[in-house]
């Protein structure tokens, strides 16, 4: 019975940091994958206001903050077609402490961006539709996957 024990126990202490990490990667990719993916792209009735205006409220709503974003890029392309850049990337950026890449095709983003001139209480978007290619924060340097947007290109 102590041998069994004193197994689990050792199994746990050497497996324990890797779950942690794994767990940490899945919540990462899954946020991701929600708030930046949309494939194909959903039209929003007119009492939105507007593409971004009911996909922000979405947005707000999934992080659980009344905090209104600069900046909110959305891609309207299948996962696997963004997935696969994060295989191996070379490239650490200091800024984010994480690997990242620029992906070699382009995808149609909707840039989401905060309107000027607005009340504090108030969200209001403005909608840009574009073809670009994408910096993309990655999970690890080989095998990763894409836990975040930095920018475009």
């Not at 197994?7 to 890797?18: A, I, K, S, V």
């Not at 919540?27 to 007119?46: D, S």
């Not at 696969?84 to 402490?97: G, L, V």
């Amino acid at each position: 019975m102590a041998h069994a024990v004193a197994r689990l126990l050792f199994l746990q202490l050497l497996l324990g940091p890797t779950l942690v990490v794994d767990i940490r990667v899945q919540i990462a990719t899954k946020k991701f994958r929600m708030l930046h993916i949309e494939y194909p792209r959903v039209n929003y009735p007119e009492g939105f206001q507007g593409y971004c205006n009911g996909l922000m409220g979405y947005v707000r709503g999934k992080k659980q903050s009344w905090f209104c974003p600069q900046t909110h890029y959305m891609v309207h392309a299948p996962w696997r077609e963004i997935q696969k850049f994060c295989r191996y990337s070379d490239s650490f950026c200091e800024n984010y402490n994480e690997y990242c890449t620029l992906t070699e095709d382009s995808f149609p983003v909707t840039i989401c961006s905060l309107a000027s001139q607005q009340p504090p209480t108030s969200c209001n978007y403005n909608d840009t539709l574009t073809n670009q290619r994408l910096y993309l924060l990655c999970s690890g340097k080989r095998d990763a996957e894409p836990i975040g947007i930095i920018g475009l290109y």
